[in-house]
């Protein structure tokens, strides 16, 4: 399989062209939208996150990837991530494998521990099970990956004897784990023999070579099955640097500061974006051939069978995002390949 391409979402509230915050509803039609070009323009994959606050749209994903799967042709479909350790693995697989009938096969997860918690109250759950939670379900859901009657039990969930979950897919369910830089997920992930997809938001790509070495490294102690890894970074294309820096630094400023605040975070700053555009930073921003050169880097550093860029962060306009996605899927993308092809 060659290199894979992908954009994800986690469907930030934007801004129209007054400057005022567009709804959540208005959001989320954008989205599709956005989806459809990326699917004219050949991208591989889309992917849309689940967040329950105030600054994102989406907290269904698979409602939203159903009505992409309507009205697009090629692109897989997943999320970025599903949070499963608040949510139940017999519904996740039930959603995505209805997902994947409706896309004609085109559906894959992408599960994770959950680096925003509100989830967890919201549906009842204790934090202080955090750990618990996601090992547990994991291990069910992997489980329900092999389509055949599960018998489980564990401390998480009622019991399941001999259960049956429907529907079935044709080809079976893509699933991978986010990971964000944790040596023990990363063996969880190897141990399940499940993809890894690595979320590099900071420093430099180089920083996680040692999680994919260790990624295969215990495939190979488990026996269980190796897959290509992916990595899920942050940025903005335009046809100037500068032009798309100045149309991303807003967003970005404004997002980080947010959590940050809850995280006890340092402001963020012009000079902090800079360095994070740059060749050592983990904002893939600027002109075409820049986060193109830039891509095609880190895809060699790590080994990756995918790159997702995370085209969506604060308040990007919505005309800004959709040439983003033309530049990456016309300009970026071929370029990547035909760098990649010179260094084989």
């Known amino acids: 399989m060659g290199i894979e391409f992908g ?41 849309v996150g689940e967040h329950h606050r105030t600054e994102f749209a989406v ?12 009205r697009t042709e090629h692109i897989r479909l997943g999320t970025a991530v599903t949070v499963l350790s608040s949510d139940d693995p017999v519904r996740v ?10 896309s004609n096969g085109r559906a894959e997860v992408v599960l994770g521990r959950g680096s925003f918690i509100e989830s967890f109250p919201l549906f009842g759950y204790d934090l202080r099970d955090y750990d618990a939670l996601f090992e547990q379900k994991l291990e069910l859901f992997v489980e329900l990956l092999k389509e055949e009657p599960v018998t489980w039990s564990g401390t998480m969930r009622a019991p399941l004897e001999n259960a049956n979950v429907f529907p079935k897919t044709e080809k079976g369910l893509r699933t991978w784990v ?26 430099p790509a180089v920083r996680f070579k040692p999680f994919v070495d260790l990624y295969h490294r215990s495939v190979a102690s488990f026996g269980t099955t190796s897959h290509p890894v992916s990595v899920h970074s942050p940025g903005h294309i335009a046809e100037t640097d500068a032009e798309a820096w100045d149309a991303a630094y807003s967003g970005f400023e404004a997002m980080n500061n947010t959590i940050g605040r809850e995280r006890g975070w340092p402001a963020y700053s012009r000079a902090r974006f800079q360095n994070d555009v740059g060749p050592e ?4 921003a600027g ?27 604060g308040t990007l306009s919505h005309d800004a995002m959709m040439r983003s996605i033309e530049l990456y899927g016309t300009e970026v993308i071929p370029r990547v390949r035909k760098i990649l092809a010179e260094r084989d």
């Not at 907290?59 to 992409?68: D, F, G, K, Q, R």
């Open 7 to 47: 954009l994800d979402t986690f469907g930030d509230i934007t801004r129209d062209a007054d400057g005022e915050l567009l709804t959540g509803a208005q959001t989320i039609r954008n989205i599709v939208a956005q989806a459809e070009l990326a699917d004219t323009v050949g991208v591989d994959f889309f992917g």
């Open 59 to 70: 907290s269904a994903p698979e409602m939203v990837l159903a009505a992409i799967a309507a």
């Open 93 to 102: 697989f039930e959603r995505f494998s209805t997902l994947d009938a409706l």
């Open 178 to 203: 986010g990971v964000g830089g944790s040596p023990e997920s990363v063996v969880r992930v190897a141990r399940h023999g499940l993809g890894l997809m690595l979320a590099i938001i900071g420093g």
């Open 281 to 284: 930073g983990a904002i893939y």
């Open 287 to 313: 002109s075409p051939d820049r986060v193109a050169a830039k891509i095609a880097d880190t895809i060699t550093t790590l080994g990756l069978g995918r790159f997702d860029l995370k085209y969506a962060t």
